[in-house]
């Protein structure tokens, strides 16, 4: 997780300064630092989305996620809604 620790200890590893003053960096260095940076979070987000999809994928109820009656009162509706349209 990219947090403000991670952040800091990732910076450390990354920038080179020519003493104890950590005060200033490089511009370019900085854009090539947040471009790393970013690059970590889009890592960690596709991860999380393939997660997410293989749970999908391993649902063998298609419905699963909609509770019993939820989805027994969206059959009925919709039915309802298709045989009034088609009695119009």
Request: glycine content about 0%; proline content about 4%; hydrophobic content about 55%.
């Given at each position: 997780m990219i947090n403000k620790k991670r952040i800091n200890e990732e910076?450390?590893?990354?920038?080179?300064?020519?003493?104890?003053?950590?005060t200033y960096v490089t511009t370019?260095?900085?854009?090539?630092?947040?471009?790393?940076?970013?690059?970590?979070?889009?890592a960690e987000e596709r991860e999380e989305c393939a997660k997410a999809a293989e749970g999908f994928a391993d649902n063998s109820d298609d419905r699963k996620w909609v509770s019993g009656s939820l989805y027994d009162t969206l059959r009925r509706e919709t039915a309802a809604s298709i045989r009034k349209r088609s009695n119009a």
């Open positions: 910076a450390n590893a990354f920038f080179e300064w020519p003493n104890h003053d950590k370019t260095s900085m854009l090539i630092f947040v471009n790393m940076i970013a690059e970590m979070v889009r």
